[in-house]
């Protein structure tokens, strides 16, 4: 069982930045391909951006594309969501969640296709 915690949401202004952290409670996360996803009141979960276990690829929505960055840090047990430029529509509870890996260096944008998620962080920015 992994158990994934984030942290680093809050309350920001149009136009500044936040660092969302993921960490896994009392195991590594080396080795699980990583996403991040977030719901805002009323809406579908939606996907924001994954990570490969190696860290090589990363993929993104198009809504945040060059505005916000997946990372690993550097012992792999903690998976970032750099996010700039933040918009009042980006509201919203960001959740982590890993799955195991299969093979290769593959990211996931699907919820489904994750076994593991955290409680999630809420980020409320002003407009």
């Known amino acids: 069982q992994v158990q994934l915690v984030e942290s680093g949401g809050g309350l920001v202004q149009a136009g500044g930045s936040l660092r969302l952290s993921c960490a896994a409670s009392?195991?590594?996360?080396?080795?699980?391909?990583m996403g991040w996803f977030r719901q805002a009141p009323g809406r579908e979960r939606e996907f924001v951006s994954a990570i490969s276990w190696t860290g090589s690829s990363t993929y993104y929505a198009d809504s945040v594309k060059g505005r916000f960055t997946i990372s690993r840090g550097n012992a792999k047990n903690t998976v970032y969501l750099q996010m700039n430029s933040l918009k009042p529509a980006a509201t919203a509870v960001y959740s982590c969640?890993?799955?195991?890996?299969?093979?290769?260096?593959?990211?996931?944008?699907?919820?489904?296709?994750?076994?593991?998620w955290g409680q999630g962080t809420q980020v409320t920015v002003s407009s």
């Open positions: 969640a890993a799955r195991p890996r299969i093979s290769g260096s593959s990211y996931y944008t699907g919820s489904y296709e994750y076994d593991y």
């Open positions: 009392g195991r590594t996360l080396s080795s699980y391909p």
